[in-house]
């Protein structure tokens, strides 16, 4: 299953682990010849009987799988992979093993841990980044079995964080990754330890959330979903594409073969278009409050930030009793609202209308302030509203924090209830969440003008299904047992 883009995937070396051959479990061999027989025809009747029709076939293979592990005909199979994001660092160790009926790879099991910072966060320090990671990799070797440890594949990929680097500091925190890794006790190859591209990132995300959600098999490709992905530094947006989107577009659009099927797809990542990059870009950039009439206040202001080592920042979109701290990429800052905001009678959480004035956001002037970050964007999609569309990552995080959804269950919103909800989010003066407002305009903005999602566009927000992250570390997973590859 050759998830990641053929013209990447050339020049790589395919090193695998010294996997042992495949050979009938012995459990398999001690079985009476009878029942070996009967086992197996059993298996075989199942599979035939179902055969004509796709999703009692899924359902039928399912139950010959269990089957089969009941009788333990299955081998399992271990993956560690350690995505290194620019808010953090978490770890996915994942348990798996090959259908009896068609060998496709079976996801039995994961776990998942994270820290913080990211990696990105020591970029004068590599060797305590580093220190972060021992206690993810602890964590994997307590579900995986010491014995199997030569033979399990772990695989760092770092994210927009490292990519948003001056290299020189990026490329130190690799080479002390690389050095960490190849005493773990794990597989590991040269390739172990890298930054990875946007484009595979918003590939591997796809894969997970269409696999997961059953879109996606020898018995079904069809009908899948598009996948947004979030980051802290990046966001990506990923969907097939068909006919009539192949006459429009004439780039970023990659063949990949899944379960044996290939299918073309459309992936683009936005490099500095993540939450964090944004809220920074909004605040020190196009985002940055232009200077009034009154500079007393501000000179004040400024002279104390420098006193603290921190940037002063005002911004529209923060309200205007707001005052708060905020590290980025090793720069702290201290962001407030405009000097002169503006009050207004509003509706509160409950309903009701209020007897005094409150401050308020400039709901409008934030979009714009906004906007003029987003226009940057000169890359747009073409198709993407066909599909039926996964939020994942900071999506499903900010609607949860704004109580759109069900923290445990996730759910489906409308881009127009995420719209109502900002502005009433806007009118909160909010001390405990100071950029709630900004981060929602933003990501309300580049849905709507730079991906061309109207209100009526429905958004699948979940953090995980079926118990499962929703993140691209399955998909790397999956790319990284690919005897292929």
């Known amino acids: 299953m050759e998830l990641r883009r053929r013209q990447l995937s050339n020049g790589e070396t395919k090193d695998v682990p010294p996997r042992q051959k495949k050979a009938v479990p012995s459990s398999f061999l001690k079985m009476r010849p009878k029942k070996v027989i009967i086992t197996l025809s059993i298996l075989f009747f199942f599979y035939i009987a179902l055969s004509f029709n796709s999703e009692p ?41 090959n259908s009896i009926l068609n060998n496709d790879l079976v996801l039995d099991s994961e776990l998942f841990a994270e820290v913080k910072p990211g ?59 690389r050095k960490f890794f190849s005493q773990s006790g794990f597989f590991t190859t040269k390739n172990s330890v890298s930054i990875m591209e946007g484009v595979d990132e ?8 269409n696999f997961l959600t059953g879109r996606l098999s020898s018995y079904k490709n069809d009908n899948t979903a598009a996948v947004l992905d979030l980051g802290g530094g990046s966001t990506q947006i990923t969907y097939a594409l068909d006919e009539e989107d192949l006459k429009v577009l004439d780039k970023h659009y990659y063949t990949i073969n899944a379960f044996n099927r290939n299918m073309t797809l459309y992936t683009y990542s936005y490099l500095g278009m993540g939450l964090m990059a944004a809220r920074k870009g909004v605040l020190t950039g196009f985002g940055h409050h232009q200077e009034d009439k009154d500079q007393a206040p501000k000179v004040q202001e400024a002279q104390e930030a420098q006193e603290a080592q921190e940037v002063l920042v005002r911004s529209e979109c923060v309200n205007p009793i707001v005052s708060a701290k ?22 509160g959480w409950n309903g009701a209308v209020t007897e005094e004035d409150r401050p308020v956001v400039r709901v409008n ?73 900004l981060d929602m305009t933003f990501i309300y903005v580049l849905l709507h003008d730079a991906f061309g999602l109207d ?12 118990g499962h992250e929703l993140s691209w570390s399955l998909g790397a997973a999956f790319s990284l047992l690919d005897s292929d590859l």
């Open 202 to 209: 918003g590939i591997f995300a796809w894969f997970t959330v």
């Open 57 to 97: 076939l899924r359902f039928g293979s399912s139950m010959i799988d269990r089957l089969a592990s009941s009788l333990n005909l299955h081998k399992q199979q271990y993956v560690v992979i350690i995505d290194a994001g620019s808010t953090g660092s978490r770890v996915l160790a994942f348990t798996f093993h």
């Open 455 to 466: 209100h009526t566009t429905k958004l699948n927000l979940y953090k995980k299904y079926n």
């Open 119 to 177: 990696l990105s966060s020591f970029a004068d320090d590599p060797q305590a980044g580093v220190e972060t990671l021992r206690t993810l990799l602890d964590k994997a070797k307590a579900v995986i079995p010491e014995s199997a440890w030569a033979h399990t594949p772990v695989s760092m990929k770092a994210t927009a964080g490292l990519r948003l680097l001056p290299r020189a500091k990026a490329d130190n925190i690799i080479q002390e990754c």
């Open 326 to 347: 905020w590290s980025y990429a090793g720069v702290n800052y201290l962001v407030k609202g405009p000097v002169n905001g503006t009050h207004k009678k509003v509706k």
């Open 365 to 437: 002037e934030c979009i714009k302030v906004v906007k003029n970050y987003i226009d940057t964007i000169d890359e747009k999609p073409v198709g993407l509203a066909k599909h039926n569309i996964y939020a994942v990552s900071y999506y499903y995080d900010r609607a949860t924090e704004a109580g759109l959804i069900d923290p445990f269950t996730g759910g489906v919103i409308t881009l127009q209830s995420f719209h109502k909800k900002l502005v009433e989010i806007c009118n909160y003066p909010n001390t405990d969440q100071p950029f709630m407002c």
